[in-house]
């Protein structure tokens, strides 16, 4: 396992998270580290969609070059695209994104695969959401009650799945 990464990724943990970070921190190992990875994946995901500052264009561009980091390929285009965002320790996580995916690529396959599987789910369906935003003044459009529980499915359902998997 990375020394550097982890502890980096151990810094920001407590930056990003009010409540869940007491939980993961008192995880035994490997659990923290795998938790605390798929966190801070789950709060670059979430920090793209919540982003007041990002044009839809600009918001999906960011989601697929975060797929496409998250699946094994290159991270600069992901960070280089990242200053419409602004600051803050949400920001700081997604200007990391090399420390965060350097610690997960020490995991074994099985969780690298789970956390692939289940953080892309997330992404995938947040992009899909957050398409609609752009036509209801930053709103998240909602049809009915089905689409409410698909929602929910991507955006809490996927973290079960995940936290289940590890």
Do not use: K
């Not at 990464?5 to 869940?20: D, G, I, K, N, T």
């Not at 918001?59 to 992901?78: I, K, T």
């Not at 419409?84 to 090399?98: A, H, I, S």
């Not at 997330?122 to 459009?141: F, I, K, N, Q």
């Amino acid at each position: 396992m990375s020394s550097s990464a982890l502890a980096w990724c151990q810094q920001r943990l407590p930056e990003v998270s009010r409540s869940f970070a007491l939980g993961i921190q008192s995880l035994p190992e490997p659990y923290e580290a795998w938790i605390t990875v798929g966190y801070l994946l789950c709060r670059v995901v979430d920090t793209l969609e919540d982003n007041p500052h990002l044009s839809e264009q600009e918001r999906q561009a960011l989601f697929a070059a975060f797929q496409a980091a998250l699946d094994g390929g290159e991270v600069a285009p992901f960070v280089s695209s990242i200053h419409p965002l602004g600051e803050g320790p949400d920001v700081r996580v997604c200007q990391g994104l090399d420390q965060v995916l350097t610690l997960m690529e020490t995991f074994p396959p099985q969780v690298v695969a789970s956390l692939r599987t289940w953080v892309g789910e997330m992404t995938r369906g947040m992009a899909l959401y957050a398409s609609r935003r752009a036509r209801v003044e930053g709103r998240v459009v909602l049809r009915d009650v089905g689409d409410l529980d698909r929602y929910c499915y991507f955006v809490a359902g996927t973290v079960g799945h995940l936290l289940t998997d590890l």
